[in-house]
């Protein structure tokens, strides 16, 4: 126990706390001042609000149709298609964000095509979305598939059989099993999205005041040797990291309920 | 009844479990023929087929599949003496040897770490016991550029940490044990998550059977549970291998970044960008890519025999 309690501690807890300490060295006013008074960090905060909604709704759709397909449907290369769903958890971000510089960027495969069609992806919002994205891909359809594997297609059939649409089915048979799971997906591709840096960083250029997100200001202000600024933004960072686990705690706690009930619900079937 | 139902709400599975769809009532519902097995394509009776396939082979082709052939592609025109050339230098072959080596490392310290973690939540209860298993995902949630920026700050000298360890001349920032050491943050979840549900439904009554019928505790704990965990703490250990390997983040603000010292083949890739010398990084990157598909081979064929070793052991 005292040793479970000792790695958790060092490793993770004492981190966390010291974010937090250092973040407020200068007391709330410099946290403040730290954060509302540099434009370029405001504009970070602006630009990683509006990049991570976009990526997880991407995941969302994403998520959905892929966990239906591979569910729902037995296909030739189905397996192959669902060990693709993990590759970009164990490719390096950099190595990502490198691949999309080859295509988009301006000696890339698309390069001259974007350049006549004067759209920025690299280095711009588009590029941003992208990298993220593709980082976050995994978490919101892993959490899904299992869940409609488990529950099975019977109810789906049964509302198909009744004359359901597609449409339907999907949204008061399908969506309400699912809505757990997919809030929980929801919930880590947020978290993950938020704080991507390397596949960012090699997409966005590292402009201040122009794409930098959260994460690349916190780089930034501690290359600058702005510490205290850098801690600032960084609680920001993990203040809503520990927001995303509480929920996240919260959902696994309701899940855990809610099996306990169909646990229940099902050996009354059997009994009677 | 312990079926993949029970896993998944088993509340730490889903963050890390890999999705292995079983054979479900569709199948079933396959038409008997004499084609190939895989090549059958079922036809079930819901809607959606080809909505879902078109977005899902939209999204997988455009953002994994296409990018990482470009990447192929544009280090294979390079042909294999340029290849060889850009990917073989001695700084690059210096950085595959820290990244490979404060992985190995890393992912030895963190499947020692997680087991122990994972042995204490799933089996010693505990005032607080709650707090420290939520406490274990804070890695999956923390931007890595802050465990970065912080666990510099904690090994410096005038840290809370490096103000006593670095008198005693053990250097946590701007070191290789300080890239080893954000590894072990960022790789300790995947160790502990994959572990401590299988030491939940390890099988008590042969712990208990072993000692009664008089074999020793170490005795119990060789022969009887570590069998059984066996699988679980490889899985781990590949899994923290693949993602030290590919970490950049948090490693870029401890390491240091000093090549032929403490230069991971990430951040060289970064470097190598930055000076336009994009043949480099593409070689690099490539190096890279083929070690982490490997991996994830790897890990896929063990979680596999994982998900049949389970249902080998239920009752």
């Not at chain 2, 809370?160 to 920032?173: D, E, I, K």
Request: aromatic content about 8%.
């Amino acid at each position: 126990m005292a040793a479970a309690i000792g790695i958790v501690g060092l490793l993770i807890v004492v981190p966390l706390a010291s974010v937090f300490h250092a973040a407020l060295a200068n007391g709330l006013s410099g946290w403040w001042a730290a954060l509302a008074h540099d434009p370029d960090t405001r504009h970070a905060i602006a630009l990683s609000l509006s990049v991570a909604p976009v990526a997880v709704a991407f995941n969302v759709v994403f998520g959905v149709a892929a966990a239906w397909l591979v569910t729902r449907f037995r296909f030739p290369g189905r397996a192959l298609l669902v060990s693709l769903f993990d590759v970009p958890l164990s490719v390096s971000p950099v190595v990502a964000g490198l691949a999309l510089v080859l295509i988009f960027g301006r000696q890339g495969l698309l390069g001259p095509t974007l350049a006549w069609l004067d759209w920025k992806v690299i280095f711009a919002w588009p590029g941003l979305v992208i990298a993220t994205t593709f980082v976050t891909l995994p978490l919101v359809v892993r959490e899904i598939i299992p869940v409609m594997e488990a529950n099975g297609s019977d109810e789906e059939l049964a509302a198909v059989t009744l004359g359901a649409s597609g449409w339907q089915v999907f949204t008061r048979v399908t969506l309400p099993n699912i809505r757990w799971p997919l809030l929980h997906g929801i919930v880590l591709a947020n978290a993950r999205a938020l704080g991507e840096f390397g596949a960012v960083y090699v997409v966005s250029g590292h402009i201040a005041g122009a794409t930098d997100t959260m994460p690349l200001r916190v780089e930034k202000l501690f290359q600058d040797y702005r510490t205290p600024a850098s801690m600032a933004v960084a609680s920001v960072l993990a203040g809503l990291a520990l927001v995303s686990l509480v929920v996240k705690v919260l959902i696994e706690r309701k899940l855990a309920a809610d099996h306990r009930e169909l646990e229940a619900a099902r050996s009354v079937g059997e009994t009677v | 009844m312990i079926g993949p139902y029970q896993d998944l709400h088993d509340n730490q599975k889903p963050m890390i479990a890999l999705a292995t769809p079983s054979i479900s009532a569709a199948d079933s519902l396959a038409p008997p023929t004499s084609r190939p097995r895989w090549l059958r394509r079922n036809r079930s009776p819901l809607p959606g087929f080809g909505t879902t396939a078109a977005i899902t082979s939209l999204v997988v082709g455009t953002l994994v599949i296409v990018p990482l052939t470009v990447l192929v592609a544009s280090a294979a025109s390079l042909g294999p003496l340029g290849f060889a050339a850009a990917a073989w230098t001695p700084r690059a072959r210096a950085a595959y040897g820290v990244s490979l080596g404060a992985s190995l490392l890393a992912a030895v310290a963190s499947t020692a770490l997680g087991l122990i973690v994972a042995w204490v939540l799933a089996r010693v209860p505990f005032r607080g016991r709650r707090l420290i298993d939520a406490f274990v995902d804070v890695p999956l949630a923390l931007p890595t550029a802050v465990a970065g920026l912080v666990y510099s700050a904690l090994y410096v000298k005038q840290g809370w940490l490096g103000a006593w360890l670095v008198p005693m001349g053990v250097h946590g920032a701007y070191s290789y044990f300080g890239i080893v050491l954000v590894l072990v943050f960022v790789s300790l979840p995947f160790t502990v998550r994959v572990v401590q549900p299988v030491i939940e439904n390890l099988d008590r009554d042969a712990e208990e059977a072993a000692l009664m019928l008089g074999a020793s505790r170490r005795q119990t704990f060789l022969r009887v549970i570590v069998p059984a965990i066996a699988p679980a703490v490889v899985t781990g250990f590949a899994m923290a291998l693949a993602r030290s390997l590919g970490e950049y983040g948090s490693v870029v603000f401890i390491s240091g970044n000093m090549p032929f010292k403490t230069e991971i083949a990430p951040v060289l890739i970064v470097a190598r960008l930055e000076e336009f010398a994009y043949a480099e990084a593409t070689a690099i990157a490539v190096v890279l890519l083929t070690l982490s598909l490997t991996l994830l081979v790897v890990i896929n064929v063990l979680q596999h025999r994982l998900s049949r070793s389970a249902v080998g052991t239920e009752k």
